[in-house]
């Protein structure tokens, strides 16, 4: 039998989200209890981001926060755009640029760092923060309402069944169910599916961001600088392209993009990143530095017309569960935090006037019109035109669409659709060229396995695999003739293998788990869908420091 621990307020995610919403709810009322369900070892542990903050966030839920050591890195002090060819570049000057891409009064963070101080500020409150309990389960009324999680379940074996030290994990039920999983949650997900949330709305759509955290020689460090590129090595290949964010203690944040609508199966997003690395403005910033970290996150960037219902009886999506990324800026933290802040004023509003478990309308129309709406409205085109027309497409007419969006409130393209999946997206093999990479060097550019050891990754294999394949027979019979596995390439942590029989010829599909980096990769861009990524037991997967 589980145990069953009751709250006003259940938030799956120690994430700017779903910190966000704990510290609102208290601020509102003290007495409500709130608890925080995060799968990672720690707070931060499993966050991933640029990151670029936009303090519109934190300005409204702590307008003091200046005054409390609040860990936000260095303030941007230099905005540079390139174009990259193989061998050169060309530096867009900002004045062409709308304003909303502007960095000025943001700041270079890690995430990680920033979630872990707004934990400690949530338990100053006598918030509830569990990490290592990952919620594998939604609980749902008789009423048909989610009134819960299970959380904390431990002990099963590799094949599924109850071990000797089995935990069953505990009910954790609530007024309101908060989900801030961040992109493509697994509880998510379902809730979409479960009620329908995305019946209205265009198909979700995302871009795998890699990262990598470098310490360089004093001489290349620029304290505050923002470079972003485009063009090199993706070409017409794939969208995409490259952040590299000098923050203190002569560190860098050097990350790249790919968006995930690509058509060549060959391509392989994580070799991209490290042919980056070798182009001449990069490798000799990296030369004599050392890496010190490396991850990779999923990225929503379907934008406005992508996002579901955001409400549900008895709960919400929030922050990136329900796809705020405002894709031109590549930022997202900021609409999480208002949107944690929206839902948590909703429901504490819910429960003054005695209400549980019904649908927290108020959010979502807080959401699409308040400053959150605001944000992606007018950067609604600029994903659909980048993927119908290309990079070039992109600047001229997505920044055409955009100042008029800012200038007159007006689109001249209206409203855009996405058209197909990321995994319906997916080319046949025969029909595009394979792709020759260079092999790392060890230097600047490195193997899978050996940066997935700068990921603190770690996953007890006494456990269920956490990648559930619909039919095991399909990536061997279909995807490996029809599109030369892509498994193999677009993960990035090389979880996925085809082996090669020398003596019988034959071929298994093979999946190393452990290697997990909790990307999503693969459960958005299978061209059969046949993959599920679910939650392992809390506590494992990456380990990110400073990231």
């Known amino acids: 039998m589980r145990e069953t621990m009751e709250y006003d307020i259940v938030i799956v995610g120690a994430g700017p989200a779903g910190l966000a919403a704990a510290i609102r709810a208290k601020q509102i009322d003290a007495a409500l209890d709130i608890c925080v369900l995060e799968k990672g070892s720690e707070v931060g542990a499993h966050i991933l981001s640029g990151a670029i903050l936009d303090t519109i966030g934190l300005d409204r839920l702590i307008p003091d926060w200046q005054d409390l050591n609040a860990q936000l890195g260095v303030p941007v002090s230099r905005d540079d755009f390139y174009m990259l060819g193989e061998a050169g570049r060309i530096r867009f000057p900002n004045w062409p640029m709308p304003p909303l891409l502007s960095n000025h009064g943001n700041y270079i963070v890690s995430m990680g760092n920033v979630c872990r101080w707004l934990a400690e500020l949530a338990e100053e409150l006598d918030v509830e923060v569990y990490p290592e309990m990952a919620c594998s389960e939604l609980i749902t009324d008789r009423q048909g309402r989610i009134a819960g999680v299970v959380a904390g379940e431990f002990g099963k074996n590799p094949g599924g069944e109850k071990g000797p030290n089995y935990e069953p994990g505990i009910e954790v039920l609530g007024n309101y169910t908060l989900l801030c999983e961040g992109a493509r949650g697994s509880l998510s997900k379902q809730v979409i599916r479960k009620y329908g949330l995305d019946r209205d709305s265009d198909v979700p759509k995302f871009g795998l961001g890699m990262k990598e955290v470098w310490e360089i020689r004093p001489d290349q460090h620029d304290s505050g600088r923002v470079v972003h590129t485009a063009g090199w090595p993706l070409g017409s290949n794939a969208g995409g392209g490259s952040f590299i964010y000098h923050m203190d203690n002569y560190q860098v944040s050097l990350g790249f993009v790919v968006h995930l609508n690509y058509r060549n199966p060959h391509l392989d997003p994580y070799m991209e990143f490290q042919r980056f690395k070798q182009h001449p403005m990069v490798r000799p910033m990296l030369e004599e530095g050392k890496r010190v970290a490396y991850g990779a996150r999923v990225i929503s960037e379907g934008g406005w017309q992508s996002i579901p219902k955001v409400v549900f009886p008895g709960g919400a999506l929030v922050g990136c569960s329900a796809g705020l990324v405002n894709v031109p800026r590549i930022k997202g933290n900021h609409n999480a935090m208002l949107s944690g802040i929206a839902a948590a004023e909703a429901a504490c509003r819910a429960i003054t006037d005695g209400r549980s478990g019904d649908v927290l309308d108020d959010y979502e129309s807080e959401l699409r019109n308040g400053e959150i709406g605001k944000d992606l409205k007018r950067v609604r085109n600029v994903k659909p035109i980048w993927s ?41 093999a025969t029909a595009h060229e394979q792709i020759d990479y260079p092999k790392p060097d060890g230097t600047v550019s490195f193997d899978r396995t050996t940066n997935v050891s700068f990921s603190g990754t770690n996953h007890d294999s006494n456990q269920p695999c956490h990648l559930k394949l619909g039919d095991e027979k399909l990536p061997i019979e279909v995807n490996l003739p029809v599109y030369s596995e892509p498994a193999q390439r677009y993960c990035p942590a090389g979880v996925y293998e085809v082996i090669k029989d020398a003596a019988t010829e034959s071929r298994e599909f093979r999946i190393n788990f452990q290697n997990c980096l909790h990307c999503k990769t693969c459960d958005i861009k299978d061209p059969s869908r046949n993959i599920t990524w ?14």
């Open 388 to 428: 119908r027309f290309g990079l070039v497409g992109a600047f001229a007419l997505g920044g055409l669409d955009m100042w008029a969006a800012s200038l007159l409130g007006w689109h001249p393209f209206g409203s855009m659709k996405h058209g197909k999946s990321d995994a319906e997206c997916t080319g046949k």
């Open 534 to 547: 679910q939650v392992p037991q809390g506590g494992d997967g990456p380990n990110y420091p400073n990231m």
